[in-house]
């Protein structure tokens, strides 16, 4: 168990619906990421947050968007949703934004979209 | 860009065994880390072991150590004494000095580990 909590574990939606996935990071930890799994693409950087700062993009889509609350907990926020974003998510977390954190992850959201 | 490429999609392996995972990265940077996951099939993404770039020795954590060959731009993951346990998916991960803390990563190798 890394200490990171993700809900919930699974999300069965249809297209064009939105869905909220939430991240809680472990005890101390001020960085949040989000990852995309997908069986085409590969595990992909989304997103990264610090401290309610967003510090980095990597290949989000526009439907999607994220924040990180003052409790440092994030959401990830899927719209327009279509049936390539089946996939699943994981978030991780750092004690800090430095590159020598290492990045801990959490039991991933796993999302079906019909 | 960074690219990371793991040119084994399956191995295997016998139990108490050992076996050497592949790892090739493509980057301009000079610093940076290198990382290995694994994934069982729970779907839990695990640190296994990381290492520094400017760091010349090589990484070690009970039976898992890796041969990194900067010059090479290799990363290899070998894992000594394999149990049952070690089954899984193995991911390669390159993280640069520079980008965000953004986490590149292979495509993975599926290991199974035989009784």
């Known amino acids: 168990d890394s200490g990171v909590t993700q809900t919930p574990k699974h999300l069965i939606t249809a297209t064009g619906q939105r869905v909220t996935l939430r991240c809680s990071p472990r005890?101390?930890?001020?960085?949040v990421y989000w990852y995309q799994q997908s069986l085409d693409q590969g595990l992909q950087f989304l997103i990264h947050?610090?401290?309610?700062?967003?510090?980095a993009k990597g290949n989000i889509l526009e439907r999607f968007s994220a924040q990180q609350f003052p409790d440092l907990h994030s959401e990830l926020n899927l719209s327009s949703l279509e049936l390539g974003d089946s996939a699943l998510y994981f978030c991780?977390?750092?004690?800090?934004?430095?590159?020598?954190?290492?990045?801990?992850f959490g039991p991933g959201t796993r999302l079906l979209v019909l | 860009a960074q690219t990371v490429t793991q040119s084994q999609p399956e191995m295997s392996v016998q139990e108490a065994e050992t076996v050497t995972l592949s790892c090739t990265y493509d980057t301009s940077e000079s610093n940076y880390y290198l990382f290995w996951y694994k994934q069982p099939p729970s779907r839990q993404m695990i640190l296994v072991i990381r290492?520094?770039?400017?760091?010349?020795q090589n990484a070690t954590e009970n039976r898992f150590s890796v041969n990194f060959q900067k010059a090479a731009k290799s990363f290899s993951l070998k894992i000594s004494d394999s149990q049952l346990g070690d089954t899984a998916m193995y991911f390669c991960?390159?993280?640069?000095?520079?980008?965000?803390?953004?986490?590149?990563f292979g495509g993975g190798t599926r290991l199974m580990v035989k009784p």
């Open positions: 005890s101390g930890d001020l960085s």
């Open positions: 947050y610090y401290n309610g700062e967003e510090r």
């Open positions: 991960a390159f993280m640069p000095n520079n980008a965000g803390n953004m986490l590149t």
């Open positions: 290492q520094e770039a400017y760091k010349q």
């Open positions: 991780a977390s750092s004690v800090a934004s430095g590159v020598q954190e290492t990045q801990y």
